[in-house]
């Protein structure tokens, strides 16, 4: 077959000019440091260092471009590889990996680990330093439109009496110089229930109020609440959320709908187990400094997991956001 | 939003190679021939997700850039491969744009709605041009046999395709929805040209209203369905809290159920609709994608795709890009080789950049 060298590594191709869709039958082949391009009436010849030669994709030809536009395919891809290995060149990491079976499945690893890596402490560290910088335009905003959805699906106007709502309001004003706005609703299907939006509101049902029996316990409730505030775990869960509903968002392929979502996002989000500890402990440490005991929060949590169990069917309450409330009451109790 | 040239018009095939200097003048039929593979695709898409997330999405724009070249040296026609030429940088900048302007609509809408309003009106007002733009990036960046295509449309046009149009038919009840679409494809096709050689979109309005007409019985007869499933699950869940959970994922299963019913019908029929009127100097299109083929290639490609937690999405992107692309042939007049490049592209070889830095690309 071949006689030579050199001609043993000629390359079918097929060449265009880049000013008309004619295609010129040709053959490749090098010359030195340049590549030598022969068609019937037409020829030329370009240092290798000027050429630019697209990506290996599989059966896909591959192109070499000229630095005036023209361009050659080339579909032989075992005659373009011993062209290439003669000329020196090789293609970039990330293009191997693509199409290396032990690449992919590194590549897939990785990726895994990355996420996992990510969601597990990149992401609840970004939002913690984020969460203060969020606009407090924003945040009354979000807690606003938040409260309204909460109003027209879950919950209905507070039966207690004008006068017991104010008492209380002033006995939470005398407990806590945090920035606060208590309000009062009907539970229903919520049951005993209580939570804090990210701008200091915080809202109690009246079962709740029913459950406590006293208003020392409400209080201890409410510290606890203060805590999420004080710490910004509404902002921060809505932030992490935000980015996990972007990237699911992305990787479904589809970019609308997502801030639409926030409101949502955030009643569904319950807070992790570390922010429920850290609001006990800022509960705790705030009864202590109003000489009161934590074992208050605990009476609560107690009467809560029992209310929970007595109405399973009817509406498990404060507890379904608040998880391992066992160990939560006996590290409350622990305490001096 | 459709773009004319998204994975569809295209290159020479692998299997029966045309010989380029017949000159022969009776009309031929070159099909589209697609030979992108599944397992290839993945290793791409796995990569590129890689980084995209180690990058915090930075090189979405490269990764883009590599999704769309593979797409398009994988289709063939008349013996030559298409390609891609988008500079990754221009699109990054088109990708930092839109997200700004998300970010600022979102929040201006939380600060103060009457901010927000204003917001959208401008965004409302910048969007013809935006679009009109990216239409001009994506086809100046595609290639076949080394000419590129372009796009000539003016902002005028865009105004009325992106913006009139879209008004009218919202204050018409969506009546002139039909025709608003059939403006949108003409503005698009009318404007876009090979080389030199000039698109010209015939489809009638009529045959948009016969389109929507089957559309809106097959919409509503899914919202009848789906409907009466969603109100038997509420019935059935009412006064449970415990069940309540199930509201959301019977609402979210509703959708997916009526976009099973509308999208593959809709992309069968608006692409043969689409191609089946459109020439290309004295050439024109033939497109034949069934309805319910695309119907069956959905449906196994959501299920899959949902047990496999994503990982078939690569897979179904090259089936569903297999199946439309080789849908459609196209019927040549004469010798393919006779293009010849555009004027602009003719006078300077700074068109192309000139491009790429006033030009962004906005994914839609």
Known sequence: MSTSPSEALTVAALYFDGHSARAWPATLSLDGDALLLAAEGLSRRAPLASLR???????????ITFDDGAHAEVRDHAALARLLGASGQRDRLTVRSAFDLRMVAGALALLVVVLWGAARYGLPWAAEVAAPRVPEAVVTGLSRQTLELIDEHMLAPSTLADAEQSRLRSVLAGRTTLSHALVFRHGGAVGPNAFALPDGTLVVTDELIELA?????????????????????????????????????WYAGDVSSVIAMAPTALIQSGYSRDMEREADDYAAAALRAQGRSPALLADMLQRLSES????????????????DSAQRIERLRDRP | MNNPFENTPSSAATTTFI?????????????????????EYFGIWIVNLL????????????????????????????GAAFDYHGDPRAILKGRVIGFLLLLGYNISFEVSPLLGFLVLGLLAAAMPVLLMRSLRFRALNTSWRGLRFGFDGDQRGAYRAFLMWPLLSVFTLYLLAPMWHQRMKRYQLDSARFGATRFEFTAPVSAFYRMYGVLLLLLLLGMTMTGGMVLLVIEAIEGSRELAVLMPIAVLLGWVALFLLIQPYLTARLQNLVWNHTRLGAHRFESHARARTLYAITF???????????????????????????????????????????????????????????????AL
Request: proline letters at 4%; glycine letters at 10%; hydrophobic letters at 45%.
């Open chain 1, 308 to 323: 929970a169990d007595r109405g399973r069917k009817d509406g498990g309450g404060w507890l379904d956001s608040h998880p």
């Open chain 2, 51 to 78: 980084l995209t997330v180690l990058t915090l999405g930075i090189y979405s724009a490269w990764a883009k850039v590599r999704r769309l070249q593979y797409f398009h040296r994988h289709t063939t026609l008349g």
């Open chain 2, 300 to 362: 196994t490609n959501l299920v899959a795709i949902v047990c496999t937690l994503g990982f078939f999405a690569p897979f179904a992107a090259i089936r569903t890009a297999r199946y439309r692309i080789e849908s459609v042939t196209l019927v040549s007049a004469g010798p393919l080789d006779d293009f010849v490049a555009g004027q602009k592209q003719a006078v300077s070889a700074t068109g192309e950049e000139t491009a790429d830095i006033f030009d962004v690309d906005i």
């Open chain 2, 19 to 39: 010989n380029p200097f017949a000159a022969d003048t009776a009309p031929r039929s070159e099909a589209l021939v697609f030979s992108g593979r599944g397992g």
């Open chain 1, 53 to 63: 030669l697209s990506e290996p994709m599989g059966a896909a030809p591959r192109l």
């Open chain 1, 213 to 249: 029996g006293d208003d020392e316990r409400v209080m201890a409730v409410l510290m606890h609440e203060l805590g999420h505030v004080e710490r910004r775990h509404g902002m921060r869960m809505l932030l992490q959320g935000s980015v996990v509903a972007l990237f699911m968002t």
